[in-house]
T-cell receptor
Framework: RKEVEQDPGPFNVPEGATVAFNCTYSNSASQSFFWYRQDCRKEPKLLMS???SGNEDGRFTAQLNRASQYISLLIRDSKLSDSATYLC????????????FGQGTELSVKP | EAGVAQSPRYKIIEKRQSVAFWCNPISGHATLYWYQQILGQGPKLLIQFQNNGVVDDSQLPKDRFSAERLKGVDSTLKIQPAKLEDSAVYLC?????????????FGPGTRLTVL
């Protein structure tokens, strides 16, 4: 079983749609959680950190469920510019800060 | 603020050849990471440095890969000899903190093709 697994993509949605991505992690000692965005042929860039209480940044909402060991990302009112690959990443306690990434979920927003 | 710099951006070599990649992290960032990202997958950590010391190299194929960060600033990653399965993007990242709670900033990557 992979340490971090994401919904297989791609997700093809129309503009204005709401889309949700899920990510599960296997190590209960996981400490910090992140969503990264990666545009085609570009480097990953931090989209949001995910906190236990959940957090929101404009159209983006991230949630963490420690009991079920998953994190989610919700994008409301999707824009064409949201088209990218979304990577979830976890940091495991006492593993020196390395990030363990999921395989990514590709999102394509169509007009 | 300048970001993480990497060079070259692209490299094409034949199998069994050697190749080296260079990374200069953001100024003041003590922690430097090298990741390998194969097409269709997420980045996978190869090696992590804190200053010039290795923190984690458990997933580095040491029979062919080596990395150094001699002065605690820039770093080089070498592959010798390369195999076809080494074709990937090699990403360098740096962070201010070592606990993993801080953001990791990625460089643009070096896209390696092994023929």
């Amino acid at each position: 079983r992979k340490e971090v697994e994401q919904d297989p993509g791609p997700f093809n949605v129309p503009e204005g749609a709401t889309v949700a991505f899920n990510c599960t992690y296997s190590n209960s000692a996981s400490q910090s959680f992140f969503w990264y965005r990666q545009d085609c042929r570009k480097e990953p860039k931090l989209l949001m950190s995910v906190y236990s209480s959940g957090n929101e940044d404009g159209r983006f909402t991230a949630q963490l469920n420690r009991a079920s060991q998953y994190i989610s990302l919700l994008i409301r009112d999707s824009k064409l510019s949201d088209s990218a690959t979304y990577l979830c990443a976890v940091n495991v306690y006492n593993q020196g800060g390395k990030l363990i990434f999921g395989q990514g979920t590709e999102l394509s927003v169509k007009p | 603020e300048a970001g993480v710099a990497q060079s070259p951006r692209y490299k094409i070599i034949e199998k069994r050849q050697s190749v080296a990649f260079w990374c200069n992290p953001i100024s003041g960032h003590a922690t430097l990471y090298w990741y390998q990202q194969i097409l269709g997958q997420g980045p996978k950590l190869l090696i992590q440095f804190q200053n010039n010391g290795v923190v984690d190299d458990s997933q580095l194929p040491k029979d062919r890969f080596s990395a150094e960060r001699l002065k605690g600033v820039d770093s080089t990653l070498k592959i010798q000899p390369a195999k076809l399965e080494d074709s990937a993007v090699y990403l360098c990242a740096s962070s201010l903190r070592t606990s993993g709670e801080g953001e990791q900033f990625f460089g643009p990557g070096t896209r390696l093709t092994v023929l």
